[in-house]
């Protein structure tokens, strides 16, 4: 099964991420950019034309902090909100196997085009395990040097200069972790029917199905989801 029209309901949907999900993801994205927006034009005076559209430096600097208590809020909302889920996408993150390391092999031959096979996986896949890992570590770097920046007397000079520099990285590394999974979820085409997922918490049952078949089918057993290769669905019963 590859495609959605070996499927008799080809839009049928099934929910893979939890409401507070939907909303976490994306405050965490427009936190982001605005965080990296209002910053530019206090890193270079190349930007400084944007001082005017924020309303000045003071401004901008205020919209700066905003958007960085509002970068921080994901965290609590999946806490309290989706605690089950949290916990699940974390247990995800520190579990390795076989199948994981598989996975890249074919993830490469799909990322250009060739021929690949799928391998099965369970609630992320290998890339998105590295990528969430990847987003975590630029989260964690941002945000703890930017408490040195923001409360430098509480600090010692040296830890808040490296501050600086720091938090330039943890940007830096954000953007382009951000571009690739930007790319990956929306762009590439074996991707793109799963990006409804941050939309709307739902994504199209045949392709999840077919990228996250041990869960899938796990949630099948349990009467949660639809099973596809059922005879009297596939006579349209």
Known sequence: ??????????????????????????????????????????????????????????????????????????????????????????????????????????????????????????????????????????AILVIASGFTMWFPEYFPRALVQWGYVLHNIGFGLGIAVIVGHIYLSVVHKHSRPGYSGVVTGKVPAWWARVHYEDWYDEEVKKGNFPNLDDPKRKRGA
């Open 1 to 138: 099964m590859s495609n959605n029209q070996k499927h008799p309901k080809a839009n049928e949907q099934i929910r893979r991420f939890p409401k507070a999900f939907v909303w976490a993801h994306a405050i965490n994205g427009i936190a982001f950019f605005a965080l990296y927006i209002t910053a530019l034009p206090m890193y270079t005076e190349f930007f400084d034309w944007l001082y005017p559209v924020f309303g000045g430096p003071a401004m901008a600097r205020l919209l700066h902090r905003i958007f960085a208590v509002a970068f921080i809020t994901p965290t609590f909302i999946l806490l309290i909100f989706s605690p089950k889920f949290l916990f699940l996408w974390m247990k995800e993150l520190v579990t390795w196997k076989k199948r994981d390391l598989e996975f890249f092999g074919n993830f490469v031959k799909e990322l250009f085009g060739f021929k690949f096979g799928h391998i099965r996986q369970t609630f992320f896949n290998a890339g998105e395990k590295i990528n969430s890992i990847l987003q975590i570590f630029c």
